[in-house]
Each structure stands twice: as C-alpha cells, then as structure tokens.
C-alpha cells in the first residue's frame, strides 16, 4: 500500500511545486518526524542545524523584498510555505518560531525599521544567524494589547524603556544565537477612550544592558522552541530602533498579527493534513474483528468529516492569503483612507480572524480523533499525534490572539460594532 | 549531393554509422537499413554470446536456451555470435548449449569490450548475414552494445524482456517480447514488426540453458572485421575492483535481512543475520525494540518509525509484524519470513515464509546461498 | 564549452496499475517528478561545471507533453542555464528510437554539445537504451553506467564507470553522450526558494517538430520501430507459500523458490 498522499498539487503553481518538493526532500533528510517527536521531548533551544537550515531553504521572510534580502513572495507563496512547514513539523514549534514569529513579524519589523535595523537585525535572521520576534504581551494583559504598562522615555537621543513583557516564543533561542524584539510601550498618556493611542514601537536587541530574561515557561506542547519572557529595566535604545512612527506601535501591532495569523492558520493546514495522511496508514492497515479499522464508519465518517474541514479551511487560507496580496498591494492601506479598495482591513482581519480561530481548533480536534482511532498507540510518543495535539493547542489558547478575542473581530464585522462586548 | 543530403547507396552501406561523424556538412543520417524491406531476406536466430577474459558469461547460454525453441517455432538456424581475442576455446560450449553456427569475430581490438568495436562487429555481421532476431542478455555490457546497434541500424530494440514468444502479425510470424515497466508494476507486450532483425536485450537468470549436448554439430564461421585503433574513441584507464563502499545502508540495499526480538536480546544473536547478508550481499536491518534494547543503532531500524524501504528481497527473521513494521516494508518486492509462531502477522505479508527456529534455519539457508554464490563463479 | 542534459518526467511512483478495461496505465492522480537518474545527471554536469575553468552553458532538454515543463523548471533551480522542452502532438508514442531521433535532432539545432549527459534510464519505462541512441544518431561515442565524472581536460573525459565486473576509468574525447548511473547514497542538490525563483526567470522554450525540421512520421508513434500491442498488470500475488517443516527442507524449498523467481 501506497503512503496516503492527501495534497492536490493542482492547486498550486509551477513555482509552488517546487517549493514544496524542496522543503518536502530537506525534511526528509533533516527532519523527518521522529526528529520531530525527539526535539519536542527533548526541548528547547531549536536546534541551530534546522534554523540554519531553513535559512538556507529560503523559507524565512520570503515576503520581504528582494533588495533587503528577501525572496519578494507574496502571500499566496509564503503562506503556502508555512503550510508545508505545518505539514512537516505537526508539533507547529516549526512554524510557531519561523513562520509566525520571524516571518509574521519579522517581515513586518522589517516595513517599519530604518536600514540600521534591516542591515544589522533583520537580513541576519533571514540567513539563520539571528532571531527576531515579538514581545507584547504582558503580565497584567494579553489579548487586552492597549491595557500594557511597558513605558518609554525619551533622553536626548536615546530611549529608556520600562517594565515586563511575558509569553515570548524564541528568547531561548534569541539568547543562544543573538537577536531582538519588537516591543511595545507607552509614549505618552493614556487617553480615556482611546487606550491604544500613545503605543510605540522599538526594535530592543536581547543583549541590552538592562533586560533580565526570566525562566523559560515549562509549556505543554511545541516544546522546541522556547517561550520565555524578559524584565526591561531602564534598557536605552538608539532613536533609530524605533519601528516607524511615535504612537503608532498599535497599528503596526495589528498589521504584524494579520501577518503572522495568516501564516499560523496556513501551518495549522498543513499540521492537519499530515495528521490525516498518517492516520489513514494506519487505520487502513491495522485490523480488528477481521477488518482495517477505516472500514468502520465511526472512523471512516470521522476522518470524511476532518479532511472536509481541512480542505474548507485549505480554501479559507488561500482566501486570506489573496486578501493580504491586494492589501499589500494598496498603498497607504493603514492610513485607513476611504480610497476604493478591494477589502478594507477591518474586513481582511476578520477573514484572518477566522482562520486564526479555526485552523487550530481543527488540527487540535484531527489529532485528538486521531488519538482515538489508534488508541494507545495514538497517545504514546511512538506516532506524532500526542505531539501535534499538544503543540497547536497554544494556537487555540493564545498565541498570537486567544480564540474568542478571535470570535470578538468577527463579531464585531459580522453583527456591527455596537455589540462589541467590551471596549 | 542532392538538396543538401546525401544519397547513400543502400546495398553498399552497412550502416556502421563511421560516415556520419566524419560528414562535413553534417548531411548524413543513418540509414533504416531494413525498414519494410522484404523480410524473406531475414533467417536466423541470434544470441549475442559475452565472454570476459576468456570465459563465456551466463547469459549466452540461457539465451540459447530460449533462442532454440523461437528458432524451432519460425524454421530457422539458432546462431550465436562470438567475439574476442583467442575465444575460439568457448565454440565447444556454445555448441552444446544448441547453436547451429557460431558467427566468430577475432582479434586485438575485441579483447576489451569497447562499444565502438563491437558495434562495428555487429553492424557488419547483421548486415552480411540479416538474421530475423537478435537477443543480447540484459547486461551493463548488453545494455550499451544493443541500443548502440539499434541506433546505428534504425531498429526497434526492446529492453530487459522476461518473456519471449512467437506471434502473428499480419500473416507473419513475429517476435512477442514481453517486458516489465514501473518497476515491475506493468507488463507490456511488444512487437517491432517492420524492421529486421528484430532485437531484444533479455533479463539474466530468466531463461534457462538447455541440457549441455556435447554432441552437437555446429558450423563455425570466421569474420574479420577490423576496426582501427583511431576507431575506437573510449581508452581504459584502469580496472577497478569492486569497490568496498563499507556497507549499503538499509533503504540503499536491494537485500535486506531483519531481526526482531526473536532473533535474541544480545548483539552475538545476530551475527546469523551478518553471515547470511555477507553471502547475500545484503544489509541487516531490525526492528524498533532492536533499537531500544541498544543492540543496534537507529539507522537500522526498518519500520514506521524507522526506515521505510522497498529492496528486491526482504528477509524477516523473528519479527512478528506489527502494523509499524509491515508499513514500513510495503515497497519490498519479495517478502520472506521466518519464524517460530505460524500465527505471527508477518506470515500474512510474506511471499513465503518459514514456521521454525530461525537459530537452525538462518544457518542452514547461508551455506545454501553461499554454495550457489560459488557455483555460479 | 556546451552540455546539453536531456532529462524526463516520470510519475512519482511506480505503484501504477494499469486500467483493465482500456489496457492503459492509470495516470489519475499520480504526480510527476523530474526522473531520478536524470536528476543524478543534471547534479553531475552542475558539479563539472562548477570545477571548470571555461564557461559552461548547461541546457536542459526534455521531449514530453507541455506539463514536462514542470521538470524543466526544476532543472533551471538545480542549476541549468536554460531549457528547451520538445512539445508536440506529433512526437506522442515515441519509442527509445523515435525518441532519440527527437533528441538528437534538437541537439543539432542547438548546434551540438561537447558533452551530452542523461540518465541511465528513467524509472517508468526503464529501457536504458536512449542514450546509446542518441550517441548512435549523433556519430558519437557513449559512456554508459558513469557514476562518477572526474575531469574534463585537454577536451577529454575522464570517468568512472560501471561494469557487469566491477568499476573501469575511461578516457573519451569531446564530444560524448554519458549516461549517469546515480552512486548509492547520493543525494541530490535541494533548490532552495530563491534558485527556484532564479530558474524561472532563466531561458526557457518549446520547440515543436518545425523548429527541429524532418518529417512528420519520422517523430512519434508513426516514427517509432516497437509497437506495444497490449500493456497489463502482472499476476496479482498469490498467497504466500507458507512452509511448516524441518529446517533442511524448508530451506531447500526456499532455495527452489530462489531460483525460479529468479531471486539472487
């Protein structure tokens, strides 16, 4: 029999193919999936021969463009880059580190640094050799982005930040290979009403005089990349760290969380589909009672039932990722002008939302059914899927935005903004 | 020269193919010597009969077994072709495997299998003598002179065939080759019914020599067909042993031979399965709890989460065939299993399989695979 | 200096079944890939190139329906400088013949090659015989079963190559058709995202039986010597043969069972 093979290639184009071949045969050789299995047991830091390695693939920051050492891809591209990387790591710890953050947010660090930043930061990390990502959230919020109390301070020329960021992906890592964070702190005072004005964004180096890594967090899943927080204690930063322009960071924030959502729900794509194919070895092998187990329709029906999500969501991600092509294409779409546009952002971020949401869940719920179809087997360390179920369950609970902060944007563009449940 | 192409006499040419590179104005190309000419011409069987230094290679014989029975089947003379330097010791051989006559072609440039020489030769004796078909075995040197006669020739040539038979096409008799492609997933049917002869390059160890009859009559005939040493453009250097490439790892090897618990629980255990691979030329692979009792590294672990391989032969020995197991051989085209429980799940996949003690019988099976290996030198 | 590397795009598998009805292979569903031994091919001319002082220009060329491109493309991010894909309905049912004929043909329009690398077979038909072929139609010499490529100087080649007895190192003057035998454990170069970028921004062109010249029925099924009279699937497997005895005539019977299986 036949390994199941659930892709359609006929979806994708020439180049795509080849994206994929390539990242399907570096897998195979570099990190097939028990390497997947033993550097989630095993923990974090990454380890530096895959990150250098899918620098050298060219899978980080594809989006960024070609004179700052990018590939220039657009959305369609990357965000089915970021699905093959689901697909060959299911623990999504992969994809968590190199889609979401370095390239989500890497690629837009690299729309709002000045070409100090882009020279010494972001080109660095798209060849392996650095780490980049986000810190924005904080002890006393998450989710609530404009409830933070980080502070900046202007001295002559230099910044001095202030306070705790908690739940970063990658410090380990940063620590181990150098790099920095885009952080987020309050410029000015909070305004009643409008508590996300005043945010600014500073790119802050690791190595800071000033800034105390805590403990890593000991997480249930997607272990081989490090989540991690950091205590900024009168760090000072150049002017020319700051990402774009004063009070704005909150913008940028939400521009960087479309970014990085849209590639969580393309991983989450892929994380399923791999899911499903290795199962369905399985139960069409195994017997009982005299039968393969996807003979039986408690299974056969729930595993329909998951590939049809799975392609509806598939579709979803390619939607979205179209979305994002025609946004980038617009200039001046964050000035949030009324020029004729193919989609607004607002309603960009609920398609984004939805995948956010949705992808996850399913590829949390595949494993888990896949769990059940194998039984003891399916729990044990010997197959992926205990693996992949604990890791995407970060993408339902958090993680770039909780689930129902998700629900709240559809909501919101679904039903209107006067029933958004808080403001 | 007419329009730029030039005519070349048909009767005249043997279509060895030496004009064409010499052409200035790259105006020649091969002539299809026998295309739907009048095949009456055309008798005889050949058997393109290797030798290497002085001693004829499996392949002419097993050829000349089959090659009896097609020449029978369409009335012709069953002919071997026989070239060399100072060969004239293998004629006896050749006789008592069936040939009727033996195209002998000798001389210094035929010592070394060269393609160019050996081309020339065949060129030039299938064009003197048009035999009907020609079988070549299916060998590294069968596989560079047959296409390379083809070519010169403008013939259909059919590869690596496993089945050989007459059929009619058109009131004709003609060869019915058939053949594996994909691997051995599908069998085609071939014919090359307007030309002659009609050729074929044949799989070894398919077809069976006859019975050696020391009494057979056969004409000899003599060539001499010299080929300049200008001629023949590739110049061996040097001849290397078969190398020692330490071993083929277990999805590399067309052999693999795997332990599971019941092969033992100590490294000693398996060196049954290491002597039956250095008689096979094969590779030891093992199960997962192999693996984790440290008995042999992860590399060789052949399974789900293992290796997943696909070699000609897979020898099982104390593996019971768990789902991770057997998913993970899927790919292998024969399936042999040993072992001590006749209900073992392994069975069920195996093409054949051995109920016993593998301690006995893996011994048994390396001296039997070791004498055949050295009869066959 | 020119190489031409003449490549072929198989399906990915050769798990293929063939339909009972139509007596053809089954081809639904199952991807294409750019054939492996090629592919050893194109790594080995890659390499050469790069050890080589003088320019070398690497064409790809493949003769296939206008999908084989996808092929091609890969060539051009392994590392190819330009493809050439002959496409025509006219060249549909080549046999090894007729496909050489197409070949060669093109390699004369590009006005040669001082060397022309190819697979030493493709993994669905597994003839091995168009190399040989094409060196036929072009006047000369092969290298057939190279596995390894050492130098090119004083335009000549030195290679390794294997036989039915071992390994020879051969020496053969420019120009040469080699067909590259792949080394166990080799692995092939992985393009990266930006050489495949690269590869399709690289020359890339359909050629047609006009733009090679010669006759209709020279090209194709009607240009081809073999005719395939019916293609099936094997003999599905029977039961495997189960043996409950005493060692020794087990192990005979195995060893019959060797034998005419043509096993060993």
Same mark, same amino acid.
């Given at each position: ?423 | ?377 | ?45 890659? /390499?050469? @190139? *790069?050890? +080589?002082?003088?320019?070398?220009? $690497?064409? #790809?060329? %493949?003769?296939?329906?206008? /999908?084989? @491109? *996808?092929? +091609?493309?890969?060539?051009?991010? $392994?590392? #190819?400088? %330009? ?16 496909? #050489? ?164």
């Amino acid at each position: 029999m036949a390994k199941t093979n659930l892709w359609d290639e006929r979806d994708l184009t020439e180049e795509q193919k080849l994206f994929k071949e390539s990242i399907l045969d570096w897998a195979e050789r570099n990190l097939p999936l028990d390497r997947v299995i033993k550097m989630n047991r095993e923990g974090h830091p990454f380890p530096p021969d895959i990150i250098k390695g899918l620098a050298d693939l060219g899978v980080i920051m594809g989006t960024v463009p070609e004179e700052r050492g990018g590939l220039g891809l657009n959305w369609k591209d990357q965000s089915l880059i970021a699905e093959v990387i689901g697909y060959v790591d299911p623990s999504i710890a992969t994809a968590a580190g190199f889609m979401a953050v370095s390239t989500g947010w890497g690629f837009t660090i690299d729309r709002y640094a000045n070409d100090v930043i882009r020279e010494k930061y972001v080109k660095p990390a798209i060849n392996g050799d650095k780490f980049i990502g986000i810190a924005t959230t904080e002890p006393g919020g998450g989710s609530d982005v404009s409830n933070f109390k980080c502070t900046g301070e202007k001295d002559g020329d230099e910044w001095v930040l202030n306070g705790e960021k908690t739940f970063i992906s990658g410090v380990e890592e940063a620590k181990k290979i150098g790099g920095g964070y885009w952080v987020n702190v309050r410029t000015g005072p909070k305004e009643p009403g409008a508590p996300h004005k005043n945010m600014t964004a500073f790119f802050v180096p690791i190595d800071s005089d000033g800034l105390t890594p805590a403990e890593p967090y000991d997480d249930a899943g997607r272990n081989a990349i490090s989540t991690g927080g950091f205590i900024m204690e009168d760090v000072r930063v150049p002017e020319e760290h700051m990402l774009g322009e004063k009070g704005k960071g909150f913008y940028y924030t939400m521009e960087g969380f479309d970014n990085a959502r849209i590639l969580i729900g393309a991983s989450a794509v892929g994380v399923t589909r791999r899911i499903l194919e290795e199962a369905a070895d399985y139960i069409k092998e195994r017997e009982t009672f005299g039968n393969p187990l996807a003979k039986y329709e408690g299974i056969q029906f729930e595993f329909v039932e998951r590939y049809i999500e799975m392609e509806a969501s598939n579709l979803m991600v390619k939607k979205v990722a179209a979305m994002q092509d025609v946004r980038y294409d617009e200039e001046g779409w964050l000035a949030r002008t009324n020029k004729a546009q193919t989609y607004s952002p607002k309603e960009i971020a609920k398609w984004i939302s939805m995948i956010k949401y949705k992808v996850p869940h399913l590829a949390k719920d595949t494993a888990d059914d896949a769990m059940h179809w194998l039984g003891a087997a399916g729990y044990s360390s010997e197959y992926i899927f205990e693996t992949a179920w604990r890791g995407v369950m970060s993408y339902c609970v958090g993680a770039e935005g909780g689930a129902n902060i998700q629900k709240i944007v559809i909501g919101r563009e679904t039903l209107g903004p006067d029933y958004v449940p808080y403001k | 020269m007419d329009d730029k192409l030039a005519i070349v006499e048909e009767a005249l040419c043997i279509s060895c193919g030496v004009c064409v590179p010499v052409c200035p104005v790259d105006a020649i190309e091969p002539v299809l010597m026998a295309k739907k000419a009048d095949f009456s011409k055309y008798s005889g069987v050949w058997v393109f009969a290797e030798q290497h230094a002085g001693k004829l290679r499996p392949s002419g014989p097993e050829l000349l077994g089959k090659g009896r029975e097609l020449a029978d089947e369409v009335g012709e003379d069953l002919c071997a072709v026989l070239m060399g330097k100072d060969v004239e010791a293998l004629t006896g051989e050749l006789s008592a495997y069936g040939a009727d006559k033996i195209y002998m072609v000798e001389g210094e440039e035929y010592e070394n299998y060269s393609t160019e020489a050996y081309t020339t030769a065949m060129v030039t004796l299938i064009s003197k003598y048009k035999p009907s078909m020609v079988l070549y075995g299916a060998t590294h040197l069968g596989r560079d002179l047959a296409p390379s006669v083809a070519g010169h020739l403008g013939l259909g040539l059919t590869a690596d065939c496993t089945g050989l038979s007459i059929t009619e096409v058109e009131g004709r008799k003609v060869l019915l080759q058939t053949r594996p492609a994909f691997g051995g997933n599908v069998m085609a049917d071939i014919v090359c019914p307007n030309t002659r002869p009609q050729m074929a390059t044949v799989r070894p160890h398919v077809m069976q020599p006859l019975e050696p009859d020391e009494n057979k009559n056969t004409d000899i005939i003599q060539n001499t067909i010299r080929v300049s040493s200008d001629a023949i453009k590739t110049e061996i250097i040097e001849v290397l042993e078969p190398e020692d490439t330490g071993e083929i790892s277990v999805e590399e090897s067309d052999i693999v031979i795997t332990g599971g618990r019941g092969v033992g629980n100590d490294v000693e255990s398996f060196d049954i399965l290491g002597k039956l691979a250095l008689a096979m030329k094969g590779t030891v692979g093992c199960s997962r709890p192999i693996v984790e009792s440290d008995i042999m590294p992860k590399s060789k672990q052949v399974g789900q989460s293992g290796k997943t391989i696909s070699p000609d032969l897979y020898i099982v020995c104390g593996v019971s065939g768990a789902v991770q197991h057997r998913v993970g051989i899927r790919g292998s085209k024969y399936i042999i299993a040993i072992n001590k429980d006749p209900k073992a799940p392994i069975f069920e996949m195996a093409d054949f399989g051995i109920v016993g003690d593998l301690k006995k019988i893996v011994p048994l099976l390396t001296d039997k695979v070791a004498e055949k290996k050295n009869s066959e030198k | 200096m020119k190489f031409v590397v003449c490549v072929k795009q198989v399906p990915d598998t050769t798990e293929v079944e063939v339909d009972p009805e139509t007596g053809t292979i089954i081809r639904e569903g199952v991807p294409s890939v750019l054939n492996a031994f090629d592919e050893f091919a194109l790594n080995v001319a890659v /390499q050469l @190139k *790069e050890t +080589l002082e003088e320019d070398v220009e $690497i064409t #790809a060329l %493949s003769m296939g329906p206008p /999908q084989a @491109k *996808e092929a +091609l493309t890969k060539c051009l991010a $392994i590392g #190819a400088d %330009s493809a050439i894909l002959l496409t025509d309905r006219v060249f549909a049912g080549a046999d090894t013949w007729a496909t #050489a004929v197409t070949l060669s043909r093109a390699i004369k329009k590009l006005g040669g090659a001082d060397v022309i690398f190819c697979g030493q077979e493709a993994s669905d038909g597994n003839t091995a015989q168009v190399g040989p072929e094409v060196a036929a139609h072009l006047g000369i010499p092969q290298l057939t079963f190279v596995s390894e490529i050492e130098k090119i100087e004083d335009k000549n080649i030195i290679c390794k190559k294997e036989t039915d007895e071992g390994f020879l190192r051969t020496r053969c003057p420019l120009p040469v058709v080699i067909a590259c035998m792949p080394t166990p454990g080799f692995l092939p170069k992985i393009p990266n995202m930006r050489e495949i970028i690269k590869g399709k921004r690289k020359p890339y062109e359909e050629w047609t039986f006009k733009d090679i010249g010669g006759k209709e029925e020279d090209y194709g099924l009607e240009g081809s010597e073999s005719v395939v009279v019916r293609t099936y699937s094997p003999p599905p497997k029977g039961e495997g043969i189960i043996i409950d005895d005493e060692p020794e005539v087990a192990v005979q019977k195995l060893m019959d069972y060797f034998e005419k299986e043509g096993i060993l």
